[in-house]
């Protein structure tokens, strides 16, 4: 397995995806590349400076092949940084062979831009521990490549039921119900695109999901290069995992979309469903999110924000502090207690 880092043809220095111009930045001597222009002036640089692997039990020890220092990561991070030199180091051999992605979303949001989200979402909220939106707190924020595997596939067939219309009319001192009861049939076919599913066990099911939905359409050909300043995870979870419940989804919207078109009832009973699915293809695709974790120190129980790297959408599940609900109570229990004290020394 290779640990890769991707260097400026300039000076050498590391060079990083920039979401905002969509090329490479390097930090050193502020050169910019284009994909194209970095492969035409470096090649394929897939295979440069590789370092020697070490698995260990859940996790692996490699060698930084800027500055020779270890770094230690967990069995399913394919991009990270190395946390002597900063260079950021590429797992390549991580996203090879069948676990090298098909498709990817760039980063469309910064870092800088990223905070300022951030700062708007949680100025919302009055209650928020100081240490979680503190400076410090601010500078864990990773931008993190998700494994997804995104489904797609053509859908056809038809629905057939009884629609029943029930309506009352008032006739002087009578009210008259009409039942009505029509035959249905509907078909049609329709072509699905991008549904998604966490190929990650081990992140947060809420986080994963929370940020969704991503304009997949907009995904593009996977480069390992757009890894380089981010972190990534490889996929532990198979296609064939969510196979069942993506098969369930698809079908329930189409029928309900055929049922939905054939008009507004009190009631309808299908007697017929007949849905075939063909053209299925799984494709494994990397999706832009930015993260900040916080960990209570009582509890130790992890509250996280989330932000969708592509939209700009946010999740989060935050933490309360105690102390200023306490303040907050006080503030209001106390004067209407001194209140009630006074108008009932006087009543």
Not at 126 to 139: D, I, N, R, T, Y
Request: with cysteine.
């Amino acid at each position: 397995m290779a640990a890769i880092t991707y260097k400026c043809p300039n000076c050498g220095g590391g060079l990083i995806f920039d979401p905002k111009t969509q090329k490479y930045g390097c930090e050193y001597c502020r050169s910019q590349f284009s994909q194209e222009e970095l492969e035409a002036l470096s090649g394929d640089q897939d295979g440069e400076k590789e370092s020697r692997t070490e698995d260990l039990e859940g996790a692996a020890l490699y060698t930084c092949p800027s500055c020779g220092a270890q770094i230690v990561t967990d069995e399913t991070t394919a991009a990270t940084f190395c946390y002597y030199c900063h260079n950021p180091v590429v797992l390549s051999g991580r996203l090879s062979g069948e676990f090298r992605p098909d498709l990817v979303i760039p980063f469309q949001i910064d870092r800088k831009k990223a905070r300022e989200i951030f700062g708007q979402w949680v100025g919302r909220k009055k209650f928020v521990p100081e240490a979680f939106c503190s400076e410090g707190s601010l500078e864990t924020m990773t931008g993190v490549y998700y494994p997804y595997w995104m489904y797609s596939c053509h859908i056809s067939g038809k629905l057939e039921g009884q629609g029943t219309m029930v309506s009352q009319t008032t006739a002087g001192d009578m009210r008259i119900t009409t039942t009505r009861i029509y035959e249905v049939s509907r078909s049609g076919e329709t072509q699905i695109q991008g549904l998604l599913r966490s190929a990650l066990k081990k992140g947060d099911r809420n986080l994963a999901e929370g940020v969704q939905p991503f304009e997949t359409e907009k995904a593009q050909e996977f480069s390992m290069g757009l890894l380089s300043g981010f972190q990534a995870e490889k996929r532990d979870m198979e296609s064939s995992q969510f196979s069942q419940e993506a098969g369930r989804e698809v079908e329930e919207f189409f029928l309900d979309g055929l049922k939905n078109q054939g008009g507004a009832y009190s009631s309808f009973q299908v007697t017929d469903r007949q849905v075939h699915r063909d053209q299925e293809k799984w494709s494994y695709a990397l999706l832009p999110v930015w993260t900040l974790t916080y960990r209570e120190r009582r509890s130790g129980k992890i509250y996280y924000f989330a932000l969708n790297g592509q939209t700009g959408k946010t999740c989060g599940c935050l933490p309360v502090d105690k102390g200023k609900l306490a303040v907050l109570f006080a503030s209001v229990f106390f004067p209407i207690l001194i209140f009630m004290l006074i108008v009932g020394y006087f009543i």
